[in-house]
């Protein structure tokens, strides 16, 4: 497996809803600095598996894939339905986006190694479990969401 199909073996499993597809990209001593996540390929597995009970209708865009040496990058778009609990949190039925940038370190073909960032603020937000942030004055011609939701 080279780096790029990292980032595209990703994708399959969020798509596939199959947490048991981490054996093929993920190895065994994987170290995730997610902090929802634990480290190594078990760990993986259990969250995903977490994932799909919570979200089962996942579906992921692979946006980008970017490598540098050992390392890849994807760029996700992720929709769902919050259908079940995820981190004690009991299912809303709303609908969310979240985006994430992906970073894998990349040896003899598995992941060794991932950082991430996500929009957490507004996956939490748009699930009900977090109060909206409001700024005070919004540049013109700007609409939040709830407008962008009404149109």
């Known amino acids: 497996?080279?780096?790029?199909?990292?980032?595209?073996?990703?994708?399959?499993?969020?798509n596939g809803?199959?947490?048991d597809a981490v054996d093929g990209f993920v190895a065994e001593d994987?170290?995730?600095?997610?902090?929802?996540?634990?480290?190594?390929r078990e760990a993986n597995r259990a969250f995903w598996g977490r994932w799909f009970a919570a979200f089962p209708d996942t579906r992921v865009t692979l946006e980008d894939v970017l490598v540098d040496g050992d390392r890849?990058?994807?760029?996700?778009t992720y929709r769902a339905t919050h259908l079940g609990s995820l981190l004690g949190e009991e299912p809303t039925g709303r609908s969310v986006e979240m985006r994430s940038?992906?970073?894998?370190?990349?040896?003899?073909?598995?992941?060794?190694?991932?950082?991430d960032e996500l929009n957490t603020v507004e996956f939490f937000t748009r699930l009900g479990l977090?109060?909206?942030?409001?700024?005070?004055?919004?540049?013109?011609?700007?609409?939040?969401?709830?407008?962008?939701?009404?149109s």
Request: aromatic share 8%; charged share 20%.
């Open 1 to 14: 497996m080279t780096q790029q199909t990292v980032a595209h073996a990703f994708a399959a499993l969020m």
């Open 17 to 19: 809803h199959d947490p």
């Open 30 to 40: 994987y170290v995730n600095h997610n902090p929802y996540v634990e480290d190594g």
């Open 72 to 76: 890849v990058v994807g760029r996700f």
């Open 101 to 115: 940038l992906d970073i894998w370190r990349v040896r003899d073909g598995m992941a060794v190694e991932h950082w």
């Open 130 to 150: 977090l109060a909206p942030m409001s700024m005070p004055g919004k540049p013109a011609g700007v609409q939040s969401r709830e407008e962008d939701d009404a």
